[in-house]
């Protein structure tokens, strides 16, 4: 997969962190946690990102996207190639992950990133 369009567009998310994790998974943060995550290496699956429980049951039972590997408890969904879903519709559901993930920082840090 290429992970640059995913990356550009995560990175220009504000406050934004990249770390390279597990061998070959570009972590896309915010406040330290996890948002997005875009797979390096060919695989089983290319992108996965965090959703609501409702968001999370529509779209696995949509075809090419399945639970994310070990981390679907938290309501993360994966897509198996970046033609699971349009890439306006990807980003999209990017931004939510990211400001679903941001609502749960502690409110000190999330007064911090707005500065």
Not at 5 to 20: D, G, I, Q, Y
Not at 103 to 113: G, I, N
Request: with cysteine.
């Amino acid at each position: 997969m290429n992970v640059e369009w995913l990356r550009k567009f995560c990175m220009s998310l504000p406050h934004t962190t990249e770390e390279v994790l597990w061998g070959a998974d570009l972590v896309f943060k915010i406040g330290g946690k996890m948002y997005a995550v875009g797979v390096l290496d060919p695989g089983p699956v290319c992108i996965s990102f965090k959703c609501s429980p409702e968001e999370f049951a529509e779209l696995v039972e949509r075809p090419g996207i399945i639970p994310a590997p070990y981390s679907a408890r938290y309501h993360w969904v994966a897509l198996e190639s970046e033609d699971a879903l349009p890439r306006v519709e990807i980003k999209r559901l990017v931004k939510r992950s990211y400001d679903l993930v941001f609502e749960k920082l502690p409110k000190k840090k999330q007064a911090a990133l707005r500065g």
